[in-house]
């Protein structure tokens, strides 16, 4: 059965005017105004008055969860579908972080297969915190070159209390073996390294571009919105030619020590001249949020969600006067182009069909569409999780 979407608004991300969208065997056939297609072989969505996205991209989820850093207790659940359909991610790429042990690759890449399953697209980072990395098949070029949805490695701690305290060398290794498994398979072949807190930074990374042959290309740097001193590392580092990623998923306390709101972070690297293709949003969804006293002790605990990255673009657009087609790059053209998912982040014929219906005014989420399917239709979750 084919699906047409009549008179949607298109913003592919660049804006393209009212058009019709065919979609049939999971990628868009057509993209133009007045397409026919006799009734009994199509299912019509009508969205005049609907702005028709590409699917997101959030590209740094604790698919299976993550470590809770206050015991075994604050371990998090894993992602459930339905929260990838509410914030219309139609694509994410899994990641472990602090927990390498309790946590495993062979697990990550069971709950990606699964939601892939479920609807979604699906990749995954090799690795988690710490060095050296524990992938699964022998070496990193192993896992890139032979698991088709192993895409980088990831996430790599530095400038952390809880990273592995890797030396240069050690750090240069992993972005160099990225660099050789993503030329022989074609893939990205990109580190995403988590910064914390810590007073060196940014600084490994930008001594791989002033010490070592390798390029910034290979090297996607997340949580740069954590701290003031952190984001303008990032401002000249993103000047220089890397790539940045902000968090949406946050707490009150983080905010008011000091995090910058991503809408707000992406206003403020436009302005610096920042080139607006150099910065990506993504949720940390699953990942656990402490929330630490002034004497280290854990007041609390919850989950970041893929749902806030849509809502991170809204505030862009709404709140920070960013127009709409900038805004939307960050979790639709830019990921895909940095992350080289070929068929992923913009609307075009040929393109996977994963698409996304919001309604002009306030920008709510209406229908979620991923390789050519309905997941959410009017508001109305048209599936769900097997277990949900
Ligand atoms: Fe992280």
Redesign the pocket.
Known sequence: MLLLIKNADIYAPEPGGQCDLLIGGGVILGMEPNIRVPRKYCEVIDARNLKALPGFIDGHVHIMGGGGEGGFATRTPDLPLTDAIKGGVTTVVGCL?TDGQTRSMAGLLAKAKGLEEEGISTFVYSGSYGLPLRTLMPSLEEDLLFIDKVIGAG?VALSDHRSSQPTFEAFAQVVAMARRGGLLSGKAGIVNV?LGDGPRGLEFLRCILTETELSAAQMLP??INRNPGLFEEGIAYAKAGGFVDFTTSTLPAYLEDGEIPCAEALRRMLEAGVDPGQITFTS?GQ?SLPDWDRNGRLRGISVGRVTSLFPAVRQAVLEEGIPLQTALRVITQNPARILKLRRKGCLAPGMDADIVLVDPHDFEIRTVIAKGCLLMKAGRMQTKGMFE
């Open positions: 972080g996430e988590h997340t949580h940390d990942g």
